[in-house]
């Protein structure tokens, strides 16, 4: 008898503790829902597919006239960490550097530009063959890639949620 009241008291106290749990960044659907099916994209530089890929899967494609319009110039570069003795690269570093600017089409104004750089580290592979290697800088790209757009919808959703003109104060 003793064992049960010992556990239910504990059990009722986190039922009617997180009885009214609210998300903290409950703003950031908001924004992509504003957004949603209404951004036109413009993209240009490297890794043009994967980027246009994962924001139709993020943020959709406008339809009709978009009130929103978002222009991404991409810039990746892969550069030897660790050289070898023998001159070959056993580490290698993808960056990339992508410039965003968010505007809203109707008032011809920019509501948010940011530059995000995201770098990650590899292992080259060796053998001969640089298929492991060519895999591995391809699958990391692609994730480096989605990481530097989630931080730009992440902080356009936290601190532009308003999605106001940079002159409307």
């Known amino acids: 008898m003793f064992k049960r009241i010992f556990f239910l008291i504990p059990l009722l106290v986190l039922i009617t503790g997180c009885s009214d749990f609210q998300f903290v960044y409950n703003t950031s659907f908001q924004t992509i829902n504003k957004i949603n099916k209404n951004t036109s994209l413009s993209i240009r530089g490297d ?11 993020k943020i959709g494609e ?6 929103y319009g978002l222009s991404i110039i991409s810039d990746s ?3 030897a960490v660790v050289i070898e003795t023998d001159a070959t690269a056993s580490k290698l570093m993808i960056k990339h550097d992508v410039k ?8 011809n104004c920019i509501i948010f530009e940011k530059n995000i750089l995201t770098k990650n580290l590899y292992d080259a ?3 001969g063959y640089s298929f492991g290697t060519d895999f591995a800088e ?3 790209s692609t994730k480096n890639l989605h990481s530097n757009i989630d931080q730009f919808l992440n902080e356009l959703s936290i601190n532009y949620s308003n999605l106001k003109c940079n002159n409307e104060g």
């Open 47 to 57: 890794n043009r597919d994967v980027i246009n890929s994962y924001l139709m899967s």
């Open 62 to 67: 406008a339809e009709n006239k978009p009130v």
């Open 77 to 79: 570069v892969i550069e």
């Open 100 to 107: 965003y600017t968010f505007n809203n089409l109707i008032k």
């Open 125 to 127: 592979k060796s053998a």
């Open 138 to 140: 391809k699958e990391l």
